[in-house]
């Protein structure tokens, strides 16, 4: 338990210097590189496949021009990690100068794409971007990984399944669209989700004075509903997108 509250100091320490750094400040700038040296040295000879001298090779020079780029370029709204963005953006920055030191072999199709900045560092934005893209959608399918496996537990709480879903998922496309909005109505009011979270199951009484729908069809449809609206009230962002 102290070990896991010091990790998450370290994480909330991090991303303050971050939006410090973001904003301007360069003394937070400054202090979050050098608190994450060893990482920057790390990664760097991790990437070189040997050990980077940070006094000699200018390997470490160009990784810490590549920590400075994740500092600039980091997306915090996307829920990503900062320290795997700037792994990958020092690993890019890493294989871009390799790439400008044995300029003999043109065979990559986006080579014409190269570009010098003012020290000569081979800098190819178009697989920076294509690193970054790929690095994202690796992020966005393990976070929905997460959502589902977290959502499977909590339908399981009110014994539901995904096979249920799928089963009791109504038929046609109109029929979907009105149990999906009956579902938003309950996840909106705090009382019935209250009722939900307490009983497992839908306040069909409440629901009937709500809905212009019958109490036949919230019957026939509650389980449907109801996974619905377990979606709409937790933590799952990555799948409620999927309601439309």
């Known amino acids: 338990m102290p070990f896991r509250r010091k990790k ?3 994480t909330s320490q991090l ?3 971050l939006a410090l750094a973001q904003a301007g400040d360069e003394t937070a700038r400054n202090d979050l590189i ?19 001298d940070r006094g000699q090779d200018d390997e470490f020079s160009i990784a810490l021009m590549a920590m400075n780029e994740a500092i600039d370029r980091f ?3 996307k829920k990503s990690s900062f320290l795997g963005f700037a792994e990958t953006i020092i690993r890019r920055r890493l ?4 790439r400008s030191q ?12 190269d570009v010098s900045d003012d020290e000569d560092n081979v800098i190819n934005y178009v697989e920076v971007k294509t690193s970054i893209d790929a690095y994202e959608m690796a992020e966005e399918q393990e976070a929905r990984r997460s959502d589902i496996e977290a959502y499977a537990q909590a339908l399981r709480h009110y014994g539901l399944t995904f096979s249920d879903l799928v089963e009791l998922s109504p038929k046609h496309a109109d029929a979907r669209q009105s149990a999906i909005q009956v579902a938003k ?9 209250a009722y939900v979270h307490e009983r497992k199951a839908l306040p069909l009484k409440l629901l009937e004075d709500k ?7 919230l019957e026939r449809q509650r389980k449907y509903i109801l996974a619905v609206v377990i979606l709409l009230s937790g933590e799952f962002q990555h799948l409620q997108a999927y309601i439309s």
């Open 34 to 52: 050098e608190s994450y040296t060893p990482f920057i040295l790390r990664t760097a000879s991790q990437a070189s496949r040997r050990y980077i």
């Open 75 to 77: 997306d915090g709204s």
């Open 15 to 17: 991303y303050s210097m």
């Open 211 to 217: 809905v212009n729908v019958s109490r036949k069809t």
């Open 8 to 10: 998450s100091e370290e």
């Open 102 to 113: 044995k300029s003999q072999n043109r065979s990559v199709p986006w080579t014409e794409f």
């Open 95 to 98: 294989i871009d100068y390799y």
């Open 185 to 193: 109505i309950v996840a909106s009011d705090e009382a019935m989700r």
